[in-house]
């Protein structure tokens, strides 16, 4: 069996962001990265320094897990990161989808894997001027090319400020096929800080605004759902 590595699995819960917004999932995250974004709200799943606390699982026992927190009830599991696409999923999205459950798996598009095409959501999120990180957008493509015709592929972008909701309009150009969801970024990621409910508004707020001003109506705005209940918490 393949081997994995996991930083933790954790659900049910609602899905809180994107295209699959509330909808019931448990999460599979992963452990390590090849980005480094600068507000990045997992690093316990990304920084070699949690290695630690990573789990070596292979895609059975990752299985068994997701078939433990559902109680055999079939629902969607989010493949979430770190960054996934540096692992094999095949066996996990086979062994899932002959009980009846759905994959979507959350990635920057960083890196293109032949199982994106098994998926049922392949959500690409690729990362804004503010993260200090820079698109590979041949990369990018490929990802698209291996989902292409079999699992729903979608666009979201997280922004946190003028010059990365230009940068948003320009990957819309460039993607007019992909659904897209922009969401405001969110610059407290310390799990013991308590978020205001405030703030969080008032940046949706200047999204919609800015979007409804320019008539830019391809995307869907949407709040980070699960920061609005649950802050930074973990395992929620
Ligand atoms: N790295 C993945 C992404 O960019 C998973 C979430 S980011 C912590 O979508």
Same mark, same amino acid.
């Given at each position: 069996?393949?081997?994995?590595?996991?930083?933790?699995?954790?659900?049910?819960?609602?899905?809180?962001?994107?295209?699959?917004?509330?909808?019931?999932?448990?999460?599979?995250?992963?452990?390590?990265?090849?980005?480094?974004?600068?507000?990045?709200?997992?690093?316990?799943?990304?920084?070699?320094?949690?290695?630690?606390? /990573? +789990?070596? *699982?292979?895609?059975?026992?990752?299985?068994?897990?997701? &078939?433990? $927190?559902?109680?055999? %009830?079939?629902?969607?599991?989010?493949?979430?990161?770190?960054?996934?696409?540096?692992?094999?999923?095949?066996?996990?999205?086979?062994?899932?989808?002959?009980?009846?459950?759905?994959?979507?798996?959350?990635?920057?598009?960083?890196?293109?894997?032949?199982?994106?095409?098994?998926?049922?959501?392949?959500?690409?999120?690729?990362?804004?001027?503010?993260?200090?990180?820079?698109?590979?957008?041949?990369?990018?493509?490929?990802?698209?090319?291996?989902?292409?015709?079999?699992?729903?592929?979608?666009?979201?972008?997280?922004?946190?400020?003028?010059?990365?909701?230009? /940068? +948003?309009? *320009?990957?819309?150009?460039?993607?007019?096929?992909?659904? &897209?969801? $922009?969401?405001?970024? %969110?610059?407290?990621?310390?799990?013991?800080?308590?978020?205001?409910?405030?703030?969080?508004?008032?940046?949706?707020?200047?999204?919609?605004?800015?979007?409804?001003?320019?008539?830019?109506?391809?995307?869907?705005?949407?709040?980070?759902?699960?920061?609005?209940?649950?802050?930074?918490?973990?395992?929620?």
């Amino acid at each position: 069996m393949t081997q994995l590595r996991i930083a933790e699995i954790f659900g049910p819960t609602i899905q809180g962001e994107g295209a699959l917004i509330g909808e019931p999932t448990v999460f599979v995250r992963t452990g390590g990265c090849d980005y480094r974004c600068s507000w990045c709200d997992s690093m316990h799943a990304v920084d070699p320094v949690y290695r630690h606390t /990573w +789990a070596a *699982m292979d895609s059975g026992a990752v299985w068994a897990e997701v &078939l433990r $927190l559902s109680k055999r %009830n079939p629902l969607t599991v989010s493949l979430s990161g770190g960054n996934p696409a540096i692992q094999d999923f095949t066996q996990l999205i086979a062994l899932g989808h002959a009980a009846g459950y759905r994959f979507a798996c959350e990635t920057q598009g960083s890196i293109a894997k032949p199982w994106f095409g098994d998926l049922d959501t392949l959500v690409l999120s690729p990362k804004p001027p503010s993260s200090g990180e820079l698109v590979d957008w041949d990369a990018f493509d490929d990802c698209l090319l291996k989902a292409k015709g079999a699992c729903s592929t979608v666009m979201k972008i997280v922004i946190f400020d003028e010059t990365d909701y230009a /940068w +948003a309009r *320009m990957a819309a150009d460039k993607y007019p096929e992909l659904p &897209l969801f $922009l969401q405001p970024g %969110n610059v407290e990621v310390d799990p013991d800080v308590a978020v205001d409910p405030q703030v969080l508004a008032d940046k949706l707020l200047w999204l919609v605004d800015k979007t409804m001003h320019d008539r830019w109506f391809a995307p869907r705005v949407l709040p980070q759902l699960h920061v609005l209940l649950w802050g930074n918490k973990r395992g929620v």
